[in-house]
């Protein structure tokens, strides 16, 4: 049986903004194991990104955790300083960010930019510092003479590989993947996910993959975290999930996947994720739900276990 690793309970991420308060992560609780990939998805907005930031505690300004815990391997991220979260960050935690084009350094080497997290966080030498970087491109599948390169000088498949590398290189406990396989076409796509499954097995570590695409954390990952309008709807294997999907919204994700081999009708979910500074009254996906009652519309579901790895937050199952 897997032991967990990462354990988040009752989070809530709040966004202080001109025009009021957006509840981006409202009382959301996940459980993590080891070796394990999670599929965290929804559209756009539903809150699945700050809740990867809210992880590390990289936050803009304007956002603050308001309540809650993350226990990393027990011990809760939201207690320590911002020393010793910087400890955190690249050693026990690493993170692919969405766009590495803007998240690496246009002015440094990518070598120097790796060669930097490593000596921040071990105490060895520049070259044997410079040694790792270069077994970490070439697990990646770069050669080592990139450590040469500037950012620019690569491809965008070659710049999400040293983002990889840059996540890896510590051998850290957890990944975060921010939508890796963004702008990218479908065959360096295929071969980044193929990387991130390899580095879980040989690693040892958990993924956490943030995207918008169901179907691709439906091919990869061990579950799925659906979240929507700021609230976690369904969490469970995702071999269950894409079987047999409980929560309304997540239906609607699964029937809007293509199959190019099988005929079947793709249906849109109508309407628009709501205002979060705003949110509608009851359960957040009402407005847009086919079965929706009027108890959603006055009441905000309880998350209902349905087995040992599966919840769903929906009144049709409370």
Request: charged share 25%.
């Amino acid at each position: 049986m897997r032991k967990t690793l990462l354990t988040i309970e009752n989070l809530k991420v709040y966004y202080y903004t001109g025009r009021g308060i957006v509840r981006a992560v409202d009382d959301v609780s996940l459980a993590i194991n080891r070796r394990e990939m999670v599929g965290l998805v929804g559209e756009s907005g539903s809150g699945k990104s700050t809740l990867g930031y809210a992880i590390v505690r990289l936050l803009p300004p304007q956002g603050k955790i308001v309540s809650g815990k993350i226990v990393l391997d027990g011990k809760n991220l939201l207690k320590l300083s911002s020393s010793e979260m910087r400890k955190v960050r690249g050693k026990e935690i690493g993170m692919v960010f969405q766009d590495p084009l803007t998240s690496l350094d246009p002015l440094q080497k990518v070598g120097d930019q790796i060669v930097e997290t490593i000596l921040e966080h071990v105490n060895i030498s520049k070259k044997e510092a410079y040694d790792m970087a270069a077994k970490a491109l070439m697990e990646v599948g770069l050669p080592p003479d990139r450590l040469d390169s500037y950012p620019h000088q690569l491809s965008g498949g070659q710049r999400q590989r040293v983002m990889i590398a840059l996540a890896t290189v510590l051998k850290p406990k957890l990944i975060i993947a921010d939508e890796p396989t963004t702008a990218l076409d479908v065959i360096v796509q295929d071969r980044i996910m193929e990387l991130l499954a390899s580095l879980k097995e040989e690693l040892n570590t958990s993924i956490i993959l943030i995207t918008h695409d169901i179907s691709l954390a439906a091919e990869r990952a061990d579950k799925i975290a659906v979240m929507y309008a700021g609230h976690l709807y369904e969490y469970a294997p995702s071999d269950e999930i894409v079987s047999k999907p409980l929560h309304p919204y997540t239906q609607g994700l699964i029937q809007s996947i293509p199959d190019v081999f099988v005929r079947k009708e793709i249906k849109e979910i109508k309407g628009n994720p709501p205002d979060l500074a705003n949110p509608p009254s009851g359960c957040r996906f009402h407005p847009r739900c086919p079965y929706a009652i009027e108890k959603c519309m006055r009441k905000e579901p309880p998350t209902v276990r349905i087995n040992e790895n599966r919840y769903v937050k929906c009144w049709l199952y409370a």
